[in-house]
């Protein structure tokens, strides 16, 4: 019985990664809207914050964005 749940997990997790492209594209879409949607700054205490939005590249590229910060003082 045992061998039999464990074959039966293991086939399981092999389907599931063999599917692991589809099961991201069908995750992806709720998630980043959730993301999207989502105050961070909400759970902040009052003061100053800096987070890094984007590190950019060693390479120019006009057609990619370059680095970015966010700087969150108080509410704005």
């Given at each position: 019985m045992q061998k039999l749940s464990?074959?039966?997990a293991l086939s399981l997790l092999v389907l599931a990664y063999s599917?692991?492209?589809s099961i991201v594209l069908a995750l992806?879409?709720?998630?980043t809207d959730r993301a999207m949607a989502a105050n961070a700054t909400e759970d902040l205490v009052d003061g100053l914050h800096v987070a890094l939005c984007g590190a950019g590249g060693p390479m120019p590229d006009s057609?990619?964005?370059g680095a970015c910060v966010?700087?969150?003082a108080g509410k704005q």
């Open positions: 464990i074959a039966i599917q692991r492209g992806l879409p709720g998630l057609q990619r964005s966010a700087v969150v």
